[in-house]
Structure formats: C-alpha cells, structure tokens
C-alpha cells in the first residue's frame, strides 16, 4: 500500500502545508468514521485537474463497512459521467458527481436515495476538506444501511456529533492547529462518549463513559453536571493534579489531561465543537486506563532495578580490580605481577559494559563508545615503549548484554595482544576495522558482524598454530567468539608486515543499530 505523502506528491499539485494538513486529518478521522458508522474516502485533485484520485480510506469499528475492498489509488476520472465513455460504471458515475459537487459548491452533500449497485444500501455523502480559504480534496462517507434500525440514543449522539465534526471538516476548523501533543493511545469513541454543551455541562453520557466516573467514585448522575467541577471534585486528595485538567474537562481546548482518584486512572481527551467560528459544546472521550498505567509502573520500577544492579556489578568489578592491582604491587615476580595486570584488565573491560548498561533503559548499548575506552584502556596498560592509539573505522552500532559483555573482552584481548606481542616495545599502529550489516533472511532480524584487529609489528612466530596456541588470552578470545557468540576467527601475517585478527560473528538486529 503506497504511502499517503507518496500518492500526494506523485498525482497532486497540493503543496507540503496541504499534504501537512491531509496528514493530521487523516491521523484523526477514525473517530468522525466512528461517530458516522460509516466508511471515509478521502479524493484529491490530479495533478492534470481531469478527474479525482483516492489518497486514504477509514473504516469504522462502530459498525459494518460499505466497502469490501481497498480503494487508495482508484482513480476517476472526468469523462465517466459521459455516457460514449468506454465502460461507464453507475457507482463510479454516481460517486464522481456527489464529489464534483461539494468541491464546487464548497459544502456537505448527500444522496437522496442510497445506493444498491454494490448488492447492499449504501447512502453517500460528501465533505467538502478546507484549509484556511481554499479547498484541498473532498472525504466521501458511505454508510451501510444493511443493518438500519431503530437509532438509539446512543447513536443519535453519534450522529448528530458526527454532523458536527464534518461541517468543522467543510469550514476549516478541523483538523486543530493547536493542538496539544496526544498520548500514544488516545481515548477512542467505543471507550466512552460526552457530549458537553456551550457551558461545559454534560448532554449525553455513554454508557462506557459514566462507569469510567462510576470507579472515580461519582454517585450522583453526569447528566446536567459541570463536567471540570466534578472531576476536580473526584481528583484524589493531596495528589498533584494535571494542570490540564481543567481545560479538558471543560471542553475548552483540544487536548489531553489524567485523572486519579481511588487507585483508578481515567484519561480524558476533548475536541470543542466549533461551528462558524461559535463554539456549541465539546466532546469529551474517557477511557479507563488503570491496568495500562500499573504495568507502565511495573515496567519502570523494573527497568530501574536492573539498571541498580548493573550500577553495582560495576562498582563490585572495581573494587575487585582495586584488589588485583594493589596484590600485584606486593609481587616481586615480574610473570605473576603481569598476570594480574591482565585480569586487572579484563575485569575493567566488563565493568565499563555494566556501567552503560546502568545508563540505559533497556538491555542494549552502543557498544562504540564502549570499545573506544575499552581500546584505550588496553592499550595504556599494556604498552611499555612508545605511545600506541588504537584507531577505529566503522561502527558497532546498538548491541545486546549477552554480545557486549564477551566483545569488549575479545577486544581488550586482542589489543593488547597486538601491543605486547605485535608491537613489542616499540612503538606503532592498531587498526580496529568494523563492518556490520543487517539483513533480514526469511523475515528473521540478523545480520553479520564482521571485526578485524591489525598492526604492524613483527608479525606471527613461523610455527604459529591457532588450535594449540597457549596463549591465554588466544584461547580466552577464542572460547568466547566460537564457543560463546558462534562466529568465526582467523589470525592470519599481513602482506606488509604485521598481524590481523579476523573475526566474523551472528548479530541479532537492534532497532537503530546501523549508522
């Protein structure tokens, strides 16, 4: 399905504040298709102005659709309504008419009789969608009145508000300008309906919407009640209330507000009903959000142990560094004393994978910053000679705990292999090169990670082997790539002297994990 800033851009003249404006209309309109009962098709002029172009279609939750199938793309042009066309289709035709007439006459238009050539009764309507003093394309609303009854007094609301917000649509008032920012999930009209009037009090309470108040702790009815009053007469005692409030509740403002009282949690959003520039009243939609904000709860107090307990392994990591380099001060054999500097540096290229872990809200770091200082550490610890910087090329991007923890090692390992077996006591080069590609085989998110450790030093011993190396920081490197990650190494002599390390390892995908 092409995107809607694609459709607009490829077939229409409209400019990027129109298509801004479709944007926030089309992000909003499954409540008027809610409210209506009906299916919403959103037509724009081509780009040649000889026929019309459907950019979006809605279908709503609040009863059944009029279109089984998807319009986007359909096209009509001018010519259907002439009876030479080719293949005149009679709901084409019918459409493009209803169409061509609000976009002339600027206003609602309907059907007198509904429509029966798609097998069920279909009455057809049309908004005419303005933005400021121009028209920009026309929202077609087809109700299935196969199931037509009795209107309840629920859904008359529905439709009367509905009626509302599309002569908003045709004045320009809707979609709101200034609008505050939404939540992640905004109340919808199946979750409970209020229907304000001029001075905030309540018309209409759905069903849905008054046992929402019900668990507030209100005992008396919302009908006739000013809705601000009584929700700040609900609102826990003592707590610190939502300083919006206030204008949603009264329906004042456009946007979003909280209430809390008795452990239950109601979301509250309004959208005042303005028509020719008077406001009439406001719909307010409730829904109770108690459940979702207990988990968010849950989730935070849990993100935040882990990232304590992270804060502590690094801090227990230290001091048992601490107490590795203060024994190896007491040491008179030269071997000994190097053995623990290199469990020193081992256990402090760990710790700075706790340490970040500890900053962050989930199990995933950007492990460059981690291996520019696990780089730097190792370098500075190992070398006795000459100044030696290890330099990097490409990115690691976002990895997981269970990848970070053994790669820093792996890398402290490798670095300071090449210091003090590949450069010796002189002084010289380290290039680290990373390569990472993600890929998605089959649908599943992996990719290959692809490290290389090189210098330019005196190069492998002639009867170097990696299978019986005893090497101790080989093997540990070794262990951990093959055994641990299940990738792949390879030591190999460079062609201009020297040593490269190859590596090549399975990742899994991490949103934003290529640069």
Not at 58 to 78: C, K, N, S
Not at 297 to 314: F, Q, Y
Not at 438 to 460: H, Y
Request: glycine share 10%.
């Amino acid at each position: 399905m092409p995107h809607l800033s694609d459709l607009i851009r490829r077939h229409t003249p409209l400019k990027q504040a129109d298509m801004e404006w479709i944007q926030s209309l089309v992000s909003d309109w499954q409540l008027l298709a809610d409210l209506s009962f009906a299916d919403l098709v959103l037509w724009v002029r081509l780009r040649d102005d000889d026929g019309w172009i459907a950019v979006a279609q809605m279908r709503p939750t609040t009863g059944p659709t009029a279109f089984q199938d998807d319009l986007v793309e359909t096209v009509l042009r001018d010519d259907m309504g002439d009876p030479s066309s080719a293949k005149p289709m009679p709901r084409a035709v019918g459409r493009l008419a209803l169409i061509d007439r609000a976009w002339r006459e600027g206003r609602i238009c309907r059907d007198g009789d509904p429509d029966w050539s798609g097998g069920v009764p279909v009455r057809e309507e049309t908004v005419p969608v303005r933005r400021g003093d121009r028209l920009i394309g026309v929202i077609q609303r087809s109700t299935n009145l196969s199931s037509a009854r009795t209107p309840s007094r629920l859904e008359l609301t529905y439709l009367q508000s509905a009626g509302d917000l599309a002569q908003m649509i045709a004045e320009g008032a809707f979609p709101f300008s200034d609008q505050g920012p939404l939540m992640v999930r905004s109340p919808r009209v199946g979750d409970g309906l209020l229907r304000l009037d001029q001075n905030g009090e309540v018309v209409y309470a759905s069903p849905n919407a008054l046992s929402a108040y019900r668990r507030l702790g209100l005992a008396a009815d919302l009908v006739g009640a000013r809705l601000d009053r009584t929700t700040l007469e609900l609102a826990a005692q003592g707590e610190a209330r939502d300083e919006a409030l206030t204008y949603t509740a009264s329906g004042r403002a456009p946007q979003e507000a909280e209430v809390d009282a008795r452990g239950v949690t109601v979301q509250l959003r309004s959208i005042p009903l303005v028509i020719d520039k008077v406001r009439i009243g406001a719909l307010v939609m409730v829904r109770d959000v108690t459940e979702l904000r207990r988990r968010e709860r849950e989730l935070m107090t849990k993100d935040a142990t882990i990232r304590e307990i992270h804060h502590r392994v690094k801090n227990n990591l230290q001091t048992v560094a601490a107490l590795l380099r203060l024994q190896a001060r007491r040491l008179d054999v030269p071997e000994a004393r190097a053995a623990l500097d290199e469990a020193v540096g081992r256990v402090g290229s760990i710790a700075i994978v706790h340490e970040m872990l500890s900053h962050t809200p989930d199990e995933v770091v950007d492990f460059d910053d981690i291996a520019d200082r696990v780089m730097q550490m190792a370098a500075e610890v190992s070398s006795t000679g000459g100044t030696v910087v290890p330099r990097r090329t490409g990115g690691f991007g976002l990895l997981s705990a269970l990848v970070a923890t053994p790669l820093s090692m792996v890398l402290a390992e490798l670095v300071q292999n090449a210091v003090e077996h590949g450069l010796g006591q002189g002084p010289g080069n380290i290039e680290v090169r990373v390569r990472r590609s993600d890929a998605v085989p089959g649908g599943a998110k992996a990719g290959v990670l692809e490290l290389a450790v090189s210098d330019d030093g005196g190069g492998l011993p002639e009867d170097f082997d990696l299978e019986g190396t005893t090497s101790l920081g080989l093997q540990i490197v070794r262990t951990l790539i093959v055994g641990e990650l299940g990738g792949t190494l390879a030591v190999e002599p460079r062609d201009d002297g020297g040593t490269e390390v190859a590596i090549s390892l399975p990742v899994e995908h991490e949103e934003g994990s290529l640069p």
